[in-house]
């Protein structure tokens, strides 16, 4: 695996997984595209804000505090792949 992706693994693994791999409390799910779609339509930049500033019962920042604009970017890349 290249480091890049370890990294991205790592941050997501302790961060946005705790709720976006199971969808807990309506977060779109990891490796469901079709949850995705309409987040997607906003525009990567208004995600990347929504993790920020937090979205309903999403924390602020997603609980990853050393994330910055370009791994929020990234992780929200990787959970809307397919699995
Ligand atoms: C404590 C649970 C929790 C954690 C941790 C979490 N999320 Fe979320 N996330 C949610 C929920 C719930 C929603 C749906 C919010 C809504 O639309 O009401 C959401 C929505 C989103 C959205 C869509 C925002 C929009 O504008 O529609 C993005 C993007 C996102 N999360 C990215 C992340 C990333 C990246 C991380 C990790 C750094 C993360 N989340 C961590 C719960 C969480």
């Known amino acids: ?6 990294k991205l693994q790592e ?4 961060s946005c997984a705790v709720c976006h791999a199971a969808g807990a409390a309506g977060a779109p ?3 469901v595209p ?5 987040r997607l339509a906003k525009g990567m ?5 929504s993790v920020q500033n937090g979205l ?3 924390p602020p920042k997603g609980m990853c505090f050393d994330c910055s604009a370009e ?3 990234a992780l929200i ?6 699995e």
Do not use: I, R
């Open 1 to 6: 695996m290249a480091q890049e992706d370890k």
């Open 11 to 14: 941050l997501y693994g302790k």
């Open 29 to 31: 799910k990891t490796g």
């Open 34 to 38: 079709a949850e995705w779609e309409s």
């Open 45 to 49: 930049d208004t995600l990347v804000t």
């Open 56 to 58: 309903n019962a999403m």
């Open 71 to 73: 791994d929020y970017k």
């Open 77 to 82: 890349e990787y959970m809307a792949k397919p």
